[in-house]
């Protein structure tokens, strides 16, 4: 029982932490197009809760259950069944990355928008969360050595 709680925590953490990292870039991409990031009072504490939400959530979810540290560790440290854990999760965060982000491409360059700094800073994140997050995701029993 113990051990479908934590999935089920952790999963809740990934889905909230991904969440408040979208909800940031898309509160600073409509201020930015409306030109209202100046301006609107509500635009701006929203944004910040979203921050604040995306810290807690990330460092709950990914630094203190090791899943950060364990997926950003050298190959040379882990043992067999770590290094084929850690390829599969790569393979899948990578395949979800690429068609994330070509899409994300072919929609702004349909529409005619360019790439903010903010947009770029997001991808990044996500390319170093989504491997921690197909473990976190994927492993019923995770335990960072």
Sequence with gaps: ?????????????????????????????????????????????????????FIVS???????????????????????????????SLRYAYAIFTVFTLFLLLSLSILGKPLSIVSVVSLIVFTHLLPASVIAWTERKFENK
Excluded: A
């Design 1 to 53: 029982m113990e051990q479908k709680k934590s999935i089920s925590k952790r999963r809740l953490g990934v889905v909230i932490t991904f969440i408040s990292l979208f909800s940031i870039v898309s509160i600073f991409e409509y201020g930015r197009i409306e030109h209202l990031l100046e301006q609107n009072i509500i635009l701006q504490i929203t944004g910040i809760i979203s921050l604040i939400v």
């Design 58 to 88: 990330l460092t709950l979810t990914f630094i203190k259950t090791g899943l950060w540290k364990f997926t950003h560790k050298s190959l040379n440290t882990l043992d067999e069944r770590e290094i084929i854990l850690t390829s599969k």
